[in-house]
C-alpha cells in the first residue's frame, strides 16, 4: 500500500488541510523517561517484552489492561502535551476559553481489527465547541503505514460536522462512524507517517482513521484535546448527547 497523495508532512496547513505537522515537540529525553517510567511499573526490560505483555493482558485480562492503561494515562508528559496544544491553537479560537479535554496512551495491537476506529470526527465526539483541536503523537516508535498509523482526509473538515451512523459494539465503545462515499480517497486519503518526537495537530472536524497495525508488536501513540469555547458548556458525559 502507499501514499494516496502526494502532499509532504510539511506542506500540511490547518486552512487548507485541517492539519498541522510540527517537528520534535520533545525532547528525547522526555520519551525516554516515559518509557523508563513504564517498564518500571510493569517490570519490563524492553519494549518488545511489554508488547508482548499488553497482547498477553489482551488475550487474558482484559480488566487489567484497561487498568493498565489508565493508569500510564495519567503520566504527566500527557498533560504536557495538551499545554503545548493550547500554545498551538490558542489564537486559531479568538475569545474564546481553552478546556482541557484529557489525552491517554493508545495501544494499537497488532493485527487486532476491534480497536481499528472507523472514519469518524471528533466533533461528533465531543459535540457543543467553538472549536476543538486533537493533537496525536507516535510514542517510542515512528508511525507507519505498516503499523497502522492513522489516516486522514485532506481538506474533509471544510465540511463541518457531518451526519454519523451510531455503532455499539458489545465491548462497550461506540463508533460514530461517517459515511465517506463521497470522498476520492484515492486522492485524498493522507497517511501520517510520522517519526517519533514529531505530531500533527487537526480540526475537529477533519474525518480520520486508525488503520490495521501489520506489524508484531504494539503501536503506541498520544492523543490529546483542547475545546475553546465562549460558554459554559459540558465537559463531560458526552455519550449521552450522540
Ligand atoms: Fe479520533
Given at each position: 500500500?502507499?501514499?494516496?497523495?502526494?502532499?509532504?508532512?510539511?506542506?500540511?496547513n490547518?486552512?487548507?488541510?485541517?492539519?498541522?505537522?510540527?517537528?520534535?515537540?520533545?525532547?528525547?529525553?522526555?520519551?525516554d523517561?516515559?518509557?523508563?517510567?513504564?517498564?518500571?511499573?510493569?517490570?519490563?526490560?524492553?519494549?518488545?517484552?511489554?508488547?508482548?505483555?499488553?497482547?498477553?493482558?489482551?488475550?487474558?485480562?482484559?480488566?487489567?489492561?484497561?487498568?493498565?492503561?489508565?493508569?500510564?494515562?495519567?503520566?504527566?508528559?500527557?498533560?504536557?502535551?495538551?499545554?503545548?496544544?493550547?500554545?498551538?491553537?490558542?489564537?486559531?479560537?479568538p475569545?474564546?476559553?481553552?478546556?482541557?479535554?484529557?489525552?491517554?496512551i493508545?495501544?494499537?495491537?497488532?493485527?487486532?481489527?476491534?480497536?481499528?476506529?472507523?472514519?469518524?470526527?471528533?466533533?461528533?465526539?465531543m459535540?457543543?465547541?467553538?472549536?476543538?483541536?486533537?493533537?496525536?503523537?507516535?510514542?517510542?516508535?515512528?508511525s507507519?503505514?505498516?503499523?497502522?498509523?492513522?489516516s486522514?482526509?485532506?481538506?474533509s473538515?471544510?465540511?463541518?460536522?457531518?451526519d454519523?451512523?451510531?455503532?455499539?459494539?458489545s465491548?462497550g465503545?461506540?463508533?460514530?462512524?461517517?459515511?465517506?462515499?463521497?470522498?476520492n480517497?484515492?486522492?485524498?486519503?493522507?497517511?501520517?507517517?510520522?517519526?517519533?518526537?514529531?505530531?500533527?495537530?487537526?480540526?475537529?472536524?477533519?474525518?480520520?482513521?486508525?488503520?490495521?497495525?501489520?506489524?508484531?508488536?504494539?503501536?503506541?501513540?498520544?492523543?490529546?484535546?483542547?475545546?475553546?469555547?465562549?460558554?459554559?458548556?459540558?465537559?463531560?458525559?458526552?455519550?449521552?448527547?450522540?
Amino acid at each position: 500500500m502507499k501514499k494516496t497523495t502526494t502532499l509532504k508532512l510539511e506542506d500540511l496547513n490547518f486552512e487548507d488541510h485541517g492539519i498541522i505537522y510540527k517537528k520534535e515537540i520533545f525532547d528525547k529525553s522526555i520519551l525516554d523517561g516515559l518509557e523508563n517510567d513504564i517498564l518500571l511499573l510493569t517490570n519490563k526490560r524492553n519494549l518488545i517484552e511489554l508488547s508482548d505483555y499488553i497482547v498477553e493482558l489482551d488475550r487474558n485480562d482484559k480488566k487489567s489492561l484497561l487498568e493498565l492503561n489508565k493508569f500510564i494515562s495519567k503520566h504527566p508528559v500527557i498533560s504536557l502535551i495538551g499545554v503545548t496544544l493550547m500554545n498551538d491553537t490558542k489564537n486559531l479560537a479568538p475569545n474564546t476559553f481553552p478546556v482541557y479535554l484529557g489525552g491517554s496512551i493508545l495501544l494499537g495491537l497488532p493485527n487486532d481489527k476491534r480497536l481499528i476506529y472507523s472514519w469518524h470526527q471528533e466533533s461528533n465526539y465531543m459535540p457543543g465547541f467553538k472549536k476543538l483541536y486533537n493533537s496525536w503523537t507516535p510514542l517510542f516508535k515512528n508511525s507507519e503505514i505498516d503499523n497502522g498509523t492513522m489516516s486522514v482526509i485532506i481538506g474533509s473538515h471544510k465540511y463541518g460536522k457531518l451526519d454519523y451512523n451510531k455503532i455499539s459494539s458489545s465491548n462497550g465503545y461506540t463508533q460514530l462512524e461517517n459515511d465517506v462515499s463521497d470522498f476520492n480517497l484515492k486522492e485524498s486519503e493522507f497517511w501520517c507517517c510520522i517519526p517519533l518526537g514529531d505530531q500533527v495537530i487537526f480540526d475537529q472536524n477533519l474525518i480520520h482513521r486508525s488503520n490495521n497495525n501489520k506489524s508484531n508488536n504494539v503501536r503506541f501513540s498520544i492523543t490529546s484535546r483542547i475545546g475553546y469555547s465562549d460558554v459554559l458548556t459540558s465537559v463531560d458525559g458526552f455519550k449521552e448527547k450522540y
